[in-house]
């Protein structure tokens, strides 16, 4: 039965970003019916996961954000999925803002206006396809102590002398290198510095000794394509003198786990051109941090509460006199190709590139009032810090669990890695289990027949299966309602709810949409199928994807549009060959 949240509410907003999910092709390829976040991870819809992560903390104002062609879809799973209804109360909110689509990115969301009047506090911003068992509480600790204002946090501003101070922000990062790495899974490239040392130890448990300050974040993909442009890496001076101790990451990825001041609502909403939050929110406000006159070009100054002169634009908006846009100013956004700093792991200058001007050091007589001036900048900037998430090489049970599901390969491997923590029943109570364990391994032990062999340490059998005699299941991860026939062989694989596998079939390391079904006598390895799809009987093959070609066919309008094209180019000919004829007749 669901219940209510006991803990105390740490007065944060959530928002759960609910997108298209064309990483999955074989299982999203109708994402208004198949959403990305009903998808399975362990027999749970994939955005249980961060709805749990808030509850755990005692965030319950959470809203999931969707576009309105998948809003039937998730609201149906709120209101009959077993496992969404039995989350706690009270019950997160829908929205559908009616100009979202399946391509708008993470900071145009923030800038829509039902997300604007929604948010009104401070907020965390989640993806649907997030799996993190450490606990948020621990996170919100690391932000209000490191981090957040009394200004901002008590809405007082009275609490400070002079200008007010305001919060920054904090996001997650982790190691992408672990035990069992994925081929191919996207990076991202983070440069930090240290934070100013304490005389005080950290508590114990606490994440502080793993807590800095961004100065650089942007996609590996794009470093790589200012790689191939250039023959080194641009840096500034600006944040060299600023922070000579500089940490430069690129195998680590970021967790897209935000906790953010209200104050950075109103900063993607003046600056219209920020489409990411990841890349062009984080990377502008980290530049601005340290790059000289960059805070006022981005309306910050006056957003933040500084003194600047505004002015009112054609829609009515307010900015600093002579600011414009990121991307209309000279020194360019850190988005894309565009990249034009980086720094180097050791705090050592990268001299193989080019040395922008405008950070050139001046004359003696302008060095001590530049350096003041970069300080007194650096302090007014909020910081965003960084979590770096530590992770073992060899052991992926040594550390809490983070990780991003957004590639079919992810979706295999965590369900799996799930599949192998011990049940509340064998741990004896849930408060010592894992806060992803389920209560049973076999939930549904009376449809299984005798002679078959379920290792119950690595797999989940979920409701209603049956499991006839002669069947061997192996780290496996088995949905509701599945059927499985006499002497099937199972390794490694994934079963959505209601697949049939045939007799005699052996599957390994194959994912099985929902109410697909396999002939009898198949060898599949590294394969997908696709929803309410079959499978023909003894079929032999590897790494293939099984899909649908429904709604790849030419309908008939289509046949008709390409009829009228062919007429319309054999009249176009034939006016051509009367022209030349006409011209011979001249001659």
Not at 135 to 147: E, I, P
Not at 407 to 414: H, P, Y
Not at 506 to 525: D, H, P, Q, Y
Request: aromatic content about 4%.
């Amino acid at each position: 039965m669901p219940h209510a949240v006991t803990i105390a509410t740490p007065g944060l907003q959530a928002l759960i970003l609910c997108g298209p999910g064309s990483s999955f092709p074989t299982f999203t390829a109708n994402p208004d019916e198949n959403p990305k976040a009903l998808l399975p991870i362990a027999n749970r819809p994939m955005v249980w996961y961060p709805l749990d992560f808030c509850y755990r903390a005692g965030i319950t104002n959470i809203t999931l954000i969707c576009p309105p062609t998948a809003q039937q879809a998730i609201q149906t799973a709120l209101n009959t999925n077993p496992f969404l209804t039995s989350l706690p109360y009270p019950r997160p909110d829908l929205l559908a803002p009616k100009d979202l689509d399946q391509n708008t990115g993470t900071a145009e969301i923030l800038r829509l206006p039902e997300v604007q009047e929604t948010v009104t506090s401070d907020f965390l911003v989640l993806p649907c396809d997030l799996v993190c068992e450490l606990g948020a509480d621990k996170l919100l600790q690391a932000w209000m102590v490191k981090s957040a204002s009394l200004t901002d946090l008590l809405d007082d501003t009275r609490l400070e002398n002079g200008p007010p101070k305001r919060s920054g922000g904090l996001g997650v990062w982790y190691q992408t290198k672990t035990a069992t790495p994925i081929k191919g899974e996207e990076t991202d490239f983070l440069a930090t510095v240290p934070l100013p040392s304490s005389s005080v130890s950290p508590p114990r448990g606490s994440l502080f000794p793993n807590i800095s300050k961004v100065v650089y974040s942007t996609p590996t993909d794009s470093l790589k394509d200012l790689l191939e442009e250039q023959t080194g890496l641009p840096i500034r001076h600006a944040l060299l003198k600023q922070h000579p101790r500089v940490r430069m990451l690129t195998t680590h990825r970021d967790a897209h786990i935000y906790i953010f001041p209200h104050w950075i609502m109103d900063f993607v909403r003046e600056n219209d051109r920020l489409e990411t939050i990841g890349e062009d929110v984080l990377g502008w406000w980290a530049k601005a941090g340290w790059q000289k006159g960059l805070s006022k070009k981005l309306g910050l100054d006056t957003i933040l509460g500084q003194s600047s002169t505004t002015v009112s634009n054609t829609d009515g908006k307010t900015s600093p006199v002579g600011s414009h846009s990121p991307k209309d100013s000279t020194t360019q956004h850190p988005t894309g190709s565009q990249i034009q700093d980086a720094i180097s792991a050791s705090g050592t200058t990268n001299l193989h590139g080019p040395v922008r001007t405008g950070d050139k050091p001046g004359h003696e007589e302008t060095s001590l009032h530049e350096s003041a001036n970069e300080k007194q900048n650096e302090s007014t900037i909020p910081p965003m810090l960084a979590y770096i998430h530590p992770s073992s090489a060899t052991d992926s049970t040594s550390t809490p669990l983070i990780r991003r599901v957004d590639t079919a390969q992810l979706l295999l491997q965590i369900s799996l890695q799930l599949a192998k923590l011990p049940s509340i029943e064998e741990v004896g109570s849930a408060e010592a289990a894992s806060p992803f364990a389920h209560t049973r391994k076999v939930a549904y032990p009376e449809g299984v027949k005798p002679r078959t062999t379920i290792t119950k340490q690595d797999s989940l059998v979920a409701d209603n299966v049956t499991v006839q005699e002669k069947t061997s299941i192996k780290e496996c991860v088995i949905g509701a309602n599945c059927q499985i026939g006499e002497g099937a062989k199972l390794s490694q694989c994934l079963l959505m709810d209601g697949v049939v596998v045939g007799k005699n079939c052996k599957l390994t390391k194959c994912i099985l949409g929902k109410r697909s079904e396999i002939g009898e006598g198949c060898t599949l390895t590294e394969c997908e199928v696709q929803e309410n799809l079959l499978v023909e009987a003894k079929t032999e093959t590897k790494n293939e994807k099984f899909m649908s070609s429904s709604g790849l066919e030419a309908t008939e309008e289509d046949l008709a549009e390409d009829d009228d094209d062919e007429e319309n180019d054999g009249n176009g000919n034939d006016d051509d060959e009367d022209e030349e004829d006409d011209e011979s007749a001249e001659e």
